[in-house]
């Protein structure tokens, strides 16, 4: 398994930016993927973005697609989530993940190595 540990979070107005990374050790094989997941209070974790760590594919949750960008860097073994315009409903806990989900990079339970979270507030 791959240890994942994710920094960048914090309290930020409506419309402003927060950048997030996930930093990962351990062995990264090229046809991993590497997501973002949140979870607001009192709901469920929800899919964020995803991208393959070859770099060929990036993917979006509709609610963020415009406003976040996902990217890695090979060579610092890291993953980082833009946010731009960020909006109230954009807080939770920001959690990266990484597994072979395949097809299903939207679903959490195909991911097997997770960060311990990130919070994110934003304030209207």
């Known amino acids: 398994q791959v240890q994942l540990v994710e920094s960048g979070g914090g309290l930020v107005q409506a419309g402003g930016s927060l950048r997030l990374a996930c930093a990962a050790s351990?062995?990264?094989?090229?046809?991993?993927?590497m997501g973002w997941f949140r979870r607001a209070p009192g709901k469920d974790r929800e899919f964020v973005a995803a991208?393959?760590?070859?770099?060929?594919?990036?993917y979006y949750a509709d609610s963020v697609k415009g406003r976040f960008t996902i990217s890695r860097d090979v060579a610092k073994n890291t993953v980082d989530l833009q946010m731009n315009s960020l909006k109230p409903e954009d807080t939770a806990v920001y959690y990266c993940?990484?597994?072979?989900?395949?097809?299903?990079?939207?679903?959490?339970?195909?991911?097997?190595?997770w960060g311990q979270g990130t919070q994110v507030t934003v304030s209207s």
């Open positions: 993940a990484a597994g072979y989900p395949g097809s299903r990079y939207f679903s959490q339970y195909a991911y097997d190595s």
């Open positions: 351990g062995r990264i094989f090229s046809s991993y993927t």
């Open positions: 991208i393959r760590w070859s770099g060929h594919n990036t």
